[in-house]
């Protein structure tokens, strides 16, 4: 009988596919630097020559980029071709609307999966988020309250556990940061109830923190709803003001009328 062995995985191999993993399921997001090399490798417990040999390896998957000073960096690339060509897309009106329809799917099953999944960092982090959020409100400063809001849905989004929808989330983030920003600053400058989206953040939060996926879901999809109406009518109460504003330049740019005398 022929005797079979088994080779174990080498070390590089090993250390490759753990920081590939952590890529892939969005905990290494694209652009962030990673320890130095003396530092990772005793974080990771292992020799530095191993750890330069995994570098490689995800070096040459394209997932680790270094630069001319030899620090390592997860890839920009990672996600990109999803990313870029949406970006110019959703500055326009129609894009931004099309945005939040997209996220009222999204986040109500997102927020049913945390809810259903939520370990208790994911829990610490949403928290952390909501209470960020809160603090915000207080100082009425409108960018830390974009910040928390955003900090807050990807808390959520990593709590779902499912690596498909934070893959995809996180190539969009720049696209979702920036539709949250602006709706939160159309709120402040036309005067609209920005405590009413408060309490929507806190219902999805009590939800999630309950374990109750069928609350998560009802308070996400009552928040993009709400969100989506309330931001259509801004748009629209602009649409009308600029349209009086053209009939104004209009009169503004015309002749007084005068009388034509008799034809000849």
Known sequence: MTKMSVRPAKLADSVAQYI??????????????????????????VSRPSLRDALDILIERGL????????????????????????????????????????SVVEASSAALAAERASSLDREAITQAMEAMEAAHQKNDVDAI?????????????????????QVMRSLETILRSNVQLNRKNLYEHRREPDGQLAEHRAIYEAIMARDAV?????????????????????????????????????ELLASPRKRGPKS
């Not at 928390?148 to 929808?165: E, T």
């Open 146 to 166: 974009a910040k928390s809001d955003a900090d807050f849905h990807f808390a959520i989004y990593g709590a779902s556990h499912n690596v498909m929808l934070l």
């Open 64 to 103: 680790v980029t270094t630069d001319s000073n030899g620090a390592c960096y997860i890839s920009e690339k990672i996600g990109q071709s999803l990313r870029d060509p949406l970006l110019l897309l959703f500055e326009q009106p129609r894009g931004r609307f099309d945005c939040m329809e997209f996220r």
């Open 215 to 251: 609350a998560a879901r009802d308070a996400a999809q009552r928040h993009m709803v709400s969100a989506m109406q309330t931001q259509r009518e801004i748009h629209d109460e602009e649409e009308r003001l600029e349209e009086s504003m053209r009939r104004i330049a209009r009169n």
């Open 20 to 45: 590939e993993e952590l890529i892939l399921e969005g905990t290494l997001p694209p652009g962030e630097r990673l320890l130095s090399e003396r530092d990772l490798s005793a974080k990771l417990d």
